[in-house]
């Protein structure tokens, strides 16, 4: 019920292709979705999110699909870039604007952008 | 201004030994999150911080674990008679918590202390 899968583990894409990474979850009560991007030493840091109200976000290269019924998101990153070499963790949040913000990680995707 | 900063950045201990782990939020962030990163796995919660309320630590594995934060300032996150299995990536984030508002309250995460035990 607390849990969010997240595929693929990793992921290779040559430069300008289409990266996509899809996370289910099962618990409705679940009701902000943020994707985070981890490089290597780093801490994870906030790439998009998204509410359940909205079934797609879009800011720059980086877009959320959000199937409310089937309770499964995904991030595409369009044009990808060696840049976007990192590891992407997607998120659940069942405390939106409520007293806490207990996140639910994803496993996390490991993507490789080939120039 | 300066994110968030933990300490020490790699930590090496035998097996028995406790550790301490400190984390300094962002200036003026009131809530702080204590998760954990196994290898090759996603973050697990462990404990949380806001303002004076009691933590909710709900996410800690043993009792060999605690966690304690002064105020709205450093936190320190202690592991006792360390084992093996608590080898992993210790990353704290702070956020500002403004509840009931319908804003999401980022989580901003610091480096995280790599903790090796032997």
């Known amino acids: 019920q607390q849990q969010v899968k997240q595929s693929p583990q990793s992921l290779i894409v040559q430069k300008g292709g289409i990266s996509i990474i899809n996370c289910a979850y099962e618990?409705?009560?679940?009701?902000?979705f943020p994707w985070y991007q981890q490089f290597p030493g780093k801490g994870p840091a906030l790439l998009i999110a998204?509410?359940?109200?909205?079934s797609e976000k879009k800011e720059g290269r980086f877009t959320i699909s959000f199937n409310k019924s089937a309770k499964q998101f995904s991030l595409h990153i369009m044009d990808s870039q060696p840049g976007d070499s990192a590891t992407y963790f997607c998120?659940?949040?069942?405390?939106?604007?409520?007293?806490?913000?207990?996140?639910?990680f994803g496993t996390g995707t490991l993507l490789a952008v080939q120039p | 201004g300066a994110g968030v900063s933990q300490s020490p950045s790699n930590k090496v201990t035998e097996k028995g030994k406790d550790v301490e782990l400190r984390c300094d939020p962002i200036?003026?962030?009131?809530?702080l999150y204590w998760y954990r990163q196994r290898l090759g796995q996603g973050l697990e919660f462990l404990i949380y911080?806001?303002?004076?309320?009691?933590?909710?630590k709900s996410g800690l594995p043993s009792d060999r674990f605690s966690a304690e934060r002064t105020g709205e300032s450093v936190s320190t996150l202690t592991i006792q008679r360390t084992q093996q299995e608590d080898s992993a990536v210790y990353l704290c984030?702070?956020?500002?918590?403004?509840?009931?508002?319908?804003?999401?309250?980022?989580?901003?995460f610091g480096p995280g202390t790599r903790l090796t035990v032997l």
């Open positions: 998204i509410r359940p109200d909205v």
């Open positions: 911080f806001q303002g004076n309320s009691a933590p909710d």
């Open positions: 998120a659940a949040d069942p405390n939106y604007g409520g007293a806490t913000n207990k996140l639910i």
């Open positions: 984030a702070s956020s500002i918590n403004l509840s009931g508002g319908a804003t999401y309250n980022e989580q901003f």
């Open positions: 200036s003026g962030h009131t809530a």
């Open positions: 618990n409705t009560a679940f009701d902000y």
